[in-house]
């Protein structure tokens, strides 16, 4: 496999450090950055140990040991006004045993539909470093200085509770975790924070979100010249795991030009609230999450929030053991109460369509138009029948009763051109009886299309 792995990985580091790259092109007189060599070497890292924790039947925790004395080449080349400079890295060896989390397992290849990865202790890295062909770990003191940086920079990304997330398994497993309920954060205010500025101030900001979630962070507004500022601002988040996920609050700097520097962070266990109890948290700020960094130690200021966690109504009485094993079978509707007042989160699949044909191409994906947000599920190219399997979620203070929701499905050209995009048809869906009755799933047939069709499954859940 490991031929065909190195392809993948060094194909990733390009597409990854690209953007990266572009951002420094024309500045400083550089006039290109590029890979001249990448590759990760002939021989594979090796598993030298692993440990497997009995745990919840519907995971498998694993910790396996891993060793890799690798023959990589990577060379950097930097092009500019100067000579052209050439950055290499080479004889890579790294040693960590990492946390390998399958989680949830599911009756159907490969078996699980996620894998989450942390660390539990901070990497060995060994490495060459050659600079214009000379060998710059040579010089006394670098050597150990470059080793440690590199190994607290990636204890610092991915040390538990942080956790690198991959899906393995699409919506269409039924192996997702499905919403459990919203997330109700109060940022109230900071003190004491730290003064990055040259007068003496920072003008700070709170990024949060959710463990294991791939959605953009929230933030809240910036606070200019203010080491001790008052934000009182509310957010919502969707839960999926209130078992392992974590609440993930960062405080930055706001500056126009540079990178934002980082001030603190703080991470809150969601198994630490009760559900429907509001919890204030005041929060020692740290430079990360890893116990073993020494910059810990120095005092970063104080963060206060506060949280409420709300079940939707059928997980909370599923908590509640008010749900008898019959529950697939029995009627999902509401109780005659107002429930148009009832806040909650509506959730639209679009599963797939039928028979869509396009004037001049066929590459379809699906537009979502809802309360002014827009949405996109993917292109699937050259398809009349395509799969999308895409699900998203809209956070409502009221039940939708009196909405709709259209849908559309375009096709784009993938080239350029004056017909770049053209619609295949469209739906508009009335959602009072996905209110009334918690869910639909239902073939549509779409306007302004010959015979085409379309997939969607809505539910609606209230807390």
């Known amino acids: 496999m490991w031929p065909y792995l190195n392809k993948a990985v060094c194909n990733l580091i390009r597409s990854t450090a690209k953007p990266i790259f572009d951002q420094y092109v024309g500045k400083y007189g550089i006039e290109s950055i590029e890979f001249e060599d990448l590759t990760l070497g002939t021989l594979p890292p090796t598993f030298q140990g692993i440990k497997v924790y009995e745990v919840q039947e519907k995971e498998l925790v694993l910790e396996p040991v891993i060793r890799w004395a690798s023959n990589a080449s990577i060379i950097v080349v930097l092009k500019s006004f100067f000579p052209k400079m050439s ?14 989390t399958l989680k949830p397992l599911v009756p159907s290849f490969p078996c699980f539909a996620n894998v989450r990865v942390s660390l539990t202790e901070k990497p060995y890295v060994d490495l060459g470093f050659k600079l214009f062909g000379g060998d710059i770990m040579a010089i006394p003191g670098l050597y150990r200085f470059v080793q440690e940086t590199i190994a607290s920079e990636i204890s610092n990304l991915y040390h538990w509770p942080k956790v690198l997330e991959v899906p393995i ?15 109700h954060v109060k940022v109230v205010r900071a003190m004491n924070l730290l003064k990055m500025d040259l007068l003496g101030k920072s003008d700070p900001y709170v990024k949060l979100r959710l463990s294991g979630e791939r959605l953009p962070s929230k933030k809240t507004s910036i606070k200019m010249s203010n080491l001790n500022p008052e934000w009182n601002e509310h957010f919502k988040l969707i839960v999926k795991d209130p078992e392992t996920q974590v609440l993930e609050l960062q405080v930055y700097d706001w500056e126009k030009v540079k990178m934002h520097d980082k001030l603190g962070m703080q991470v809150i266990p969601l198994r630490s609230l009760t559900p429907h109890e509001t919890k204030s948290f005041t929060l020692d700020l740290l430079k990360s999450m890893n116990p073993n960094d020494p910059h810990n130690k120095k005092k970063r200021g104080k963060l206060v929030v506060e949280l409420t966690f709300d079940p939707f109504k059928e997980e909370n009485e599923r908590l509640n053991g008010s749900i008898d094993g019959d529950r697939e079978h029995a009627s999902i509707k509401r109780a005659p109460h107002d429930i148009s007042s009832e806040g909650g989160v509506l959730l639209v699949t679009i599963e797939g369509a039928e028979d869509v044909e396009g004037k001049h191409h066929t590459n379809p994906y699906a537009v979502i138009l809802f309360r002014g947000e827009k949405k996109k599920t993917k292109v699937i190219k050259k398809s009349r029948d395509p799969r999308w399997n895409t699900e998203f979620q809209f956070v409502l203070e009221e039940a939708p009763v009196n909405d709709r929701i259209h849908i559309e499905v375009m096709s784009k050209r993938s080239s350029f051109s004056f017909r770049s995009k053209e ?12 209110v009334h009755n918690g869910r639909i799933n239902e073939r549509y047939h779409l306007i302004n299309s010959r015979n085409g069709k379309l997939n969607v499954e809505i539910k609606w859940s209230t807390v």
């Open 169 to 183: 398994l699409d919506g269409s497993s039924g192996a997702t975790n499905k919403p459990v309920g919203i997330l």
């Open 87 to 100: 950055v290499q890295l080479l004889d890579l060896q790294i040693s960590l045993s990492p946390r390998v």
């Open 423 to 434: 619609s295949l048809g469209h739906v508009d869906i009335n959602l009072a009886d996905v």
